[in-house]
């Protein structure tokens, strides 16, 4: 299993990036790859909560379902993604005062055989997700300071 993590610090408060992050509705607005949430349970984003999920990368469409893990409001949320392309995603939000945030995500991945076969021993797989991650902490934090 590989990780990856980043961080940013957003110009709004905790509050707003937390109620952002959390909302399902926004998941496919910040997560490039991801395709689609869908058989959502009623009560999503609260802990335990269910869905299942629909990515694409390097052209290879992955499907799973998936779990909130954690959910403590305005502090941390976490995801835990099942099948072919296991993914846990740790978001940790630090209020920094003067409606400030600092938003860390933490990704943990396992590449499926077919794509660990086309990247093997190369590196690229762990720099290609360190760049999505990048990428997320980026778009959210556009959504967040808008």
Same mark, same amino acid.
């Given at each position: ?13 905790? /509050? %707003?990036v937390?109620a952002? @992050?959390?909302?399902?509705?926004n998941w496919?607005?910040y ?5 689609? @949430?869908?058989?959502? /349970?009623?009560?999503?984003?609260? %802990?335990?909560?269910?869905f299942d ?6 052209g290879?469409?992955l499907h799973?379902?998936? /779990? ?6 305005? !502090?941390? &949320? ?6 072919? &392309? ?6 940790? &939000? %630090? ?5 400030? !945030?600092?938003?860390? @995500?933490?990704?943990e991945f396992?590449?499926?055989?077919e794509?660990?076969k086309? &990247?093997?021993? !190369?590196?690229?797989? !762990?720099?290609?997700n360190e760049?999505e991650?990048? /990428? @997320? ?10």
């Open positions: 299993m590989s990780t990856v993590s980043k961080s940013v610090v957003i110009m709004a408060p905790v /509050s %707003k937390f952002i @992050v959390t909302n399902p509705d496919i607005r997560v490039t790859n991801l395709v689609d @949430v869908t058989n959502r /349970s009623p009560d999503l984003p609260a %802990k335990g909560a269910t999920w629909e990515y694409k990368m390097v290879i469409k799973g379902s998936g /779990s909130v893990v954690e959910n403590r409001k305005d !502090t941390n &949320f976490g995801l835990l993604m099942e099948g072919k &392309f296991p993914i846990r995603e740790t978001y940790v &939000f %630090k209020d920094l005062g003067d409606s400030t !945030t600092e938003l860390k @995500v933490t990704v396992e590449l499926p055989g794509i660990l086309m &990247f093997e021993n !190369t590196g690229l797989m !762990t720099k290609m760049l991650a990048k /990428s @997320v902490l980026e778009k959210i934090q556009a959504l967040c300071e808008a």
